[in-house]
């Protein structure tokens, strides 16, 4: 199964357009957005476009994400907001949790990370792809390329629950791909030097990550 997992959208009509071309080019078969679709109240536009792609979406909300567009979502045919419950998808599982702090450097997903961390199923099933948007301490989480300001409670999650594949955003210039612990960690920002990720998931086999990279970097 292809993906095409890309964060950090912030309702900018140059990412989607960059978005419309990579669908074109790659094919993929779904769309993992690990948060920040949209941009605080400007997120009306960029939900509509979600919601007409030629592939479904997947998303959790980012620190930029109302929870005013959960209603909006619920309505949506082409749009599926992410939670604790597994969603199964061609055998694999799909798991989330949404919310961020706007500053990395408190270390959190969000001000109640622990209930929303306990929440999520542990250890997880063989082939589950979790989808956050603050990425782990220690996995492509560094802030001027020396600070590693991701969340130290969601590196401990991952170590005790395996996930196959980690799928987030949020720190935009550490776009990249890493592993922590058994799980490959992708930063799939489109908001930074990157344009997201084309991953191809085999059951039972690592997830095969190809980053896409922008000629000039979108700030």
Not at 11 to 38: A, C, N, R, W
Request: hydrophobic share 40%; charged share 15%; glycine share 6%.
């Amino acid at each position: 199964m292809r993906i095409y997992a890309v964060a950090d959208i912030h309702g900018k009509p140059e990412h989607m357009e960059s978005i419309y071309g990579i669908l074109d080019q790659y094919q993929p078969e779904f769309m993992v957005v690990p948060g920040d679709m949209t941009h605080f109240f400007n997120w009306s536009t960029v939900l509509s476009q979600l919601d007409s792609l030629p592939v479904p979406v997947l998303a959790i909300r980012g620190n930029t994400d109302l929870k005013r567009i959960e209603p909006r979502i619920e309505k949506a045919a082409n749009i599926t907001l992410l939670t604790p419950t597994p969603l199964q998808v061609k055998g694999f599982s799909f798991v989330g949790t949404s919310g961020a702090l706007p500053f990395p450097f408190a270390n959190k997903i969000c001000l109640n990370e622990n209930n929303r961390l306990a929440a999520l199923p542990s250890p997880l099933e063989p082939d589950t792809v979790l989808v956050v948007h603050v990425p782990p301490k220690g996995a492509c989480d560094r802030v001027g390329k020396k600070i590693h300001a991701g969340s130290r409670q969601l590196a401990r999650f991952i170590k005790a629950a395996s996930p196959s594949l980690v799928l987030c955003g949020h720190i935009h210039e550490d776009f990249g791909v890493n592993t922590l612990h058994q799980s490959t960690v992708v930063n799939c920002a489109i908001a930074g030097p990157g344009l997201g990720a084309i991953i191809d998931l085999e059951k039972n086999a690592p997830p095969r990550v190809n980053l896409l990279q922008s000629n000039t970097p979108q700030n």
